[in-house]
């Protein structure tokens, strides 16, 4: 995918409508749906990488000429698929005109829970792109349709319907995270303080860089930190830091044409040749190699 000059945030939701010349408009602020097939002609088939305040869930059938980056993974969709994407992902795709399927978007205020912590694959960390079976397609299918049907329906009480059935799907969604996924056996409340940690990670990568820094948000010894993490993934609370500040830059070096010297500024790096040594340690790569070897992937 061609690099660009900068990644684009879009605050609203009607502001991604615009950036797709869709005349398609939000008329509730924190929630809407709309179905692929629907999409006007005019209406772009990619866009390039971008950023949103928002949350996104997106059900695609059998899509012959389409794919997704997440952040610096390109997934080609050649089965029906499910993707999910937070505010803390960069985000692009590209559609085929013939692609099926429904797209909803919803911000925090709409559900009352905490989104990330409840529901895990919405994380940077986890996998956020199924290929469900048939039998479990047609289910999500049937959850998708239900929420349209009520979106477009004119119930008093939609809002509070349309809420009910996002979290139902959800769940659902949960269980087939939980079946695909193989999940490392802990203490409840040991999992507890690495969702915790992964969540101010994800909030804070760029300003705290130490194990001790996390620990002292979280009320509790570096060691203890550091013996929890272990236990419940067989890696190191460091290694949680490095593979988000990672993470960030390799999306930065593979969507964006900013300069090597920028983008180390960026992430808090106080020197480039720092930010170079950081990231062929974990890499194995230069960041100047990185970006050459993914355009021309």
Known sequence: MKAHKEIRFFKEINQLYEAT?????????????????????????????????????????SPSNSFVFINADRFENRRDCLVFSSPYHIYSWQRDSNTKGFVFYFKDEFLSCDILSEFPFFKVTETNLFEPEQTEAEKLLGYFEMIWAEFRGTNSYKTHIIQSL???????CKSLH?????????????????????????KFYLEKKTV????????????????????????????????RILLEAKSLLTHTELDIADISYNLQFDEPTNFGKFFKKYVGLTPLQFRNRKQKD
């Open 166 to 172: 996002v979290l139902a799907l959800l769940y659902y």
């Open 178 to 202: 939980e079946r695909y996924k193989t999940q490392a056996k802990d203490q409840p409340r040991s999992l507890v303080i690495l969702n915790q940690y992964q969540q101010l990670i994800n």
């Open 212 to 243: 001790e820094e996390y620990a002292s948000l979280l009320g509790i010894t570096p060691n203890h930190l550091n013996d929890v993490i272990k236990q419940a993934t067989d890696k190191t609370a460091r290694s949680f830091i490095v593979e």
């Open 21 to 61: 010349n869709s005349t398609h408009r939000a008329v509730y602020n924190l929630f809407d749906i709309f179905r692929l097939e629907d999409l006007e002609g005019e209406t772009v088939k990619a866009l390039p990488p971008y950023r949103k305040s928002f949350y996104h869930v997106s059900f695609k059938k």
